[in-house]
């Protein structure tokens, strides 16, 4: 029994049935949002910044939103990707909530908890790391989105709702999707031109802002204000825009982009998830290779599913972090199958064509 998926866009799988797959092969990795849900892809992170691109010189873009560019910032704060990626664990976990938190008290929490990743000094190895290049994906909020007040916020959220189920186009109504990228990247990594969008330079003075304003969900947390760099304005999680990063991606000849993933399904933006019939283009897609756990391995989880925000509201603070702890552990399984298949040359049997078409 299988516990992976690998599937892959046209001329990804052509290349990686005849080829394998290898360190070299990778032009970029995306990071999907999704919140609690990253606690199963750590392993493969673990793996892939910790062993595999050990010793890399070429850069290794790392497109993402929310709790995705979290995982590579972590990865590339410190000398050791391990130990920013276990800080990061230990972070994310310390989350305790008294009742219904306020969305002002959840983002200083989450702040507070993830303060070690963001000082000055990680953010200056992450902005000088000697691979990785960071693009920071957040959405800019338009008209009732920009509001704070809660209810006036969630009249904007079903309003935002109803016309994004028209058609994903009419999402520029509410959001603009600015991306902050590592300034020594040189060349388009997808068409911007494909969806409202602004490209801003990363720094020291605004990586804080910009990964905060990546991570600030709508009615659970805080927007950000007033991003150096970027349009004037109130920044939420760039989940809003681009949930699981189908973007239409600028992908070198032989290159691929690696999108480690807790689902099958990949879903454009938070809003498509009540769209079954939104999905990512085939042409898109064409480079990216999905690895994710099958279902047979969800169903060994706790509860059978995949950690989520829900947990916060289900469980309490024990329960919680005993699920998490065990799910965390568990995945190790993961990204020892994948490392495996992938050293041994065995990705080119289990590889599969994305059934996009």
Same mark, same amino acid.
């Given at each position: 029994m299988d516990l992976l998926h690998v599937w892959a866009g046209k001329s990804a799988y052509e290349q990686i049935k005849d080829n394998g797959l290898h360190p070299e092969d990778v032009f970029a990795m995306a990071g999907a949002a999704g919140g609690p849900k990253w606690i199963v892809l750590q392993q493969f992170d673990k793996w892939m910044f910790g062993e595999w691109?050990?010793?890399?010189?070429?850069?290794?873009?790392?497109?993402?939103?929310?709790?995705?560019?979290?995982?590579?910032?972590?990865?590339?704060?410190?000398?050791?990707p391990i130990e920013g990626l276990h800080r990061f664990k230990e972070a994310y976990f310390s989350q305790f909530y008294q009742g219904k938190p306020t969305p002002e008290e959840v983002s200083n929490?989450?702040?507070?908890?993830?303060?070690?990743? /963001?000082?000055?000094?990680?953010?200056?190895? /992450?902005l000088n790391h000697p691979y990785g290049r960071l693009s920071i994906f957040t959405s800019r909020a338009k008209g009732l989105m920009t509001r704070e007040n809660v209810?006036?916020?969630?009249?904007?959220?079903?309003?935002?709702?109803?016309?994004?189920?028209?058609?994903?186009?009419?999402?520029?109504?509410?959001?603009?999707?600015?991306?902050?990228?590592?300034?020594? /990247?040189?060349?388009?990594?997808?068409?911007?031109?494909?969806?409202?969008?602004? /490209?801003a330079t990363l720094g020291e003075d605004n990586f804080r802002a910009a990964i905060m304003g990546s991570s600030a969900i709508p009615l659970v947390m805080a927007g950000v204000k007033d991003i150096p760099g970027g349009p004037r304005g109130t920044y939420r999680d760039g989940g809003m825009t681009d949930y699981h990063m189908a973007l239409p991606y600028t992908v070198p000849e032989n290159k691929v982009v690696l999108l480690p993933?807790?689902?099958?399904?990949?879903?454009?933006?938070?809003?498509?998830?009540?769209?079954?019939?939104?999905?990512?283009?085939?042409?898109?897609?064409?480079r990216v290779v999905l690895i994710c756990p099958t279902v047979d391995f969800i169903r060994t989880l706790p509860g059978e599913k995949i950690p989520d925000r829900t947990d916060?509201?289900?469980?309490?603070?024990?329960?919680?972090l005993q699920a998490w702890e065990k799910s965390y552990r568990d995945?190790?399984?993961?990204?020892?199958?994948f490392a495996s298949w992938v050293l041994s040359g065995k990705i080119k049997e289990k590889i599969q064509r994305w059934p996009l078409d």
């Open positions: 691109f050990a010793g890399r010189n070429e850069p290794l873009h790392l497109l993402g939103s929310s709790a995705g560019i979290w995982r590579f910032a972590a990865a590339m704060a410190f000398e050791e929490q989450f702040a507070e908890a993830t303060s070690e990743l /963001i000082a000055s000094d990680a953010i200056r190895h /992450i209810k006036l916020q969630g009249l904007g959220f079903l309003l935002a709702l109803a016309t994004n189920a028209i058609s994903r186009d009419w999402l520029r109504y509410w959001f603009q999707r600015v991306v902050f990228q590592d300034p020594r /990247i040189a060349v388009p990594l997808f068409d911007a031109h494909e969806f409202d969008t602004e /490209i993933h807790f689902f099958a399904e990949v879903i454009p933006g938070w809003l498509d998830r009540y769209l079954k019939n939104r999905k990512p283009l085939a042409k898109d897609m064409d916060f509201e289900k469980l309490d603070d024990k329960s919680r995945s190790t399984v993961l990204g020892d199958t």
